[in-house]
């Protein structure tokens, strides 16, 4: 009873101690501001996040929260076109941003004596685009070509016939980036009313870590972010995807390709659900690394050049997919390969190979979170996406938990004798 209420303590303590590390504060408008000091660098990283992304767009607006990171760095009230990218250079800086189906965040890498000057450089890139007509326009042709030259790459092909593949209900069906015929149609009012509906203080969280001050930052942050209106959030309901009644599978032929592309994938749990820490971990096992199983059974024996595995990380209708190249002819033998691997895993699987992946997962975590960039987009990702910062503060405590039994029932519900979702892509005229 003794050891039973201490581990209770331990894990209350351990709680406690986490929490503190973050400095959150509500601002009066509704934004979120997150800070996590670290002494142990001379390094800031300044992020804003924003709850939105493709998925939230009607079809008409398709491509237009990309298009809008475009927008945001030609110009701002205080900032003309090209500014911000020279002041950010000469400060030493890096300033970037990402676009993807359920987030938009900008960001700056900076040294800490300069985190004010990119504070207040993403406040005017971020609230205070001008969206000019003219630039609108000198954009859209360049848009578009980056929409063509995917087209122009097998692997975009490929990913986007998987995702038409597998939801035929979610807006995860359709690319970020949009379609050319939406872009060319996008107005300034158009593009003024999704961004001030989305790109606003309810909407956003700003994440700060590095070599600060929280309390500074926070002044800092009320007199640029905190000063603008927040304004109510469109509600955008966002369908869910049946469930996958039947094992859906697309053949492609490309003349590009001489070799086969192929990727398989299942319906899995959203990311920070229960069961997700068993998916990781099971993933970590089965194609992390060269120390995985299908790196040895794989990629060391020849019968594939290159695989990916993981999952997409998704709130909501997650998958988990598996991606190989091969020689074409080896269509079958790979995927019966793939298939026999998986149940070897889970016929053989031992809590020793449990324990070694969850210390791997968790060294390479504390790999990345080293850097003040990669500690930011964790934080970032977890109190946007998954709406949760527990998913970032426990991640660690949650992956040391999963046991063997966690994988083995993650792997019979989701993925053994499952429906999936396939798509391969052939050379010109080769054979299934």
Aim: charged residues 30%; glycine residues 6%; without cysteine.
């Amino acid at each position: 009873m003794r050891l039973l209420l201490f581990l209770i303590l331990e894990v209350f303590i351990m709680g406690l101690a986490l929490a503190q590390e973050l400095y959150i504060r509500d601002l009066p408008n509704g934004a979120k501001l997150i800070v996590k000091p670290r002494e142990d660098t001379s390094a800031v990283a300044l992020h804003v996040w924003f709850r939105v992304g493709s998925v939230y767009e009607k079809y008409d607006e398709k491509g237009m929260a990309h298009f809008l990171e475009h927008m945001l760095f030609n110009g701002s009230e205080k900032y003309p076109y090209g500014e911000i990218d020279r002041i950010v250079e000469s400060l030493g800086g890096n300033i970037n941003a990402g676009t993807s189906k359920d987030f938009t965040y900008y960001h700056i890498e900076i040294a800490a004596p300069y985190w004010r000057q990119a504070l207040e450089v993403l406040y005017q890139l971020t609230l205070k685009a001008i969206l000019d007509e003219d630039m609108i326009e000198k954009e859209k042709p360049i848009v578009i070509e980056e929409l063509r030259r995917g087209k122009d790459n097998p692997s975009t092909i490929l990913w986007e016939t998987f995702e038409k593949t597998a939801y035929k209900v979610s807006p995860y069906r359709f690319p970020v980036i949009g379609f050319e015929e939406t872009i060319r149609r996008f107005t300034r009012e158009q593009l003024l009313n999704f961004y001030r509906s989305f790109y606003q203080p309810r909407n956003m969280a700003v994440v700060v870590v590095g070599n600060v001050d929280p309390k500074e930052v926070e002044e800092e942050v009320l007199k640029t972010f905190g000063k603008e209106e927040g304004r109510p959030v469109p509600k955008v309901q966002i369908p869910s995807e049946p469930e996958l009644t039947r094992t859906r599978f697309e053949k492609l032929e490309d003349p590009r390709v001489q070799k086969a592309y192929w990727i398989i994938g299942w319906r899995v749990p959203a990311i920070g659900k229960t069961d997700y820490y068993g998916l990781v971990v099971l993933d970590e096992i089965l194609g992390s690394g060269r120390t995985s199983l299908f790196y040895r059974e794989l990629k060391e024996k020849g019968l594939v050049y290159s695989f990916f595995t993981g999952d997409l990380g998704r709130p909501r209708d997650n998958m988990y997919v598996i991606s190989a190249t091969f020689d074409p002819e080896r269509y079958e033998e790979v995927k019966g390969k793939v298939f026999e691997l998986m149940e070897r895993l889970y016929s053989d699987l031992t809590d020793e190979e449990v324990d070694r992946a969850k210390e791997r997962i968790i060294s390479s975590r504390i790999f990345e979170e080293e850097r003040v960039e990669g500690e930011a987009y964790d934080i970032g990702y977890s109190y946007t996406v998954v709406k949760d910062l527990d998913f970032y503060r426990y991640f660690e405590h949650n992956i040391r938990k999963v046991r063997k039994v966690d994988l083995m029932r993650v792997y019979e519900r989701y993925i053994q004798d499952r429906n999936y979702v396939e798509v391969l892509m052939l050379p010109k005229g080769g054979e299934r």
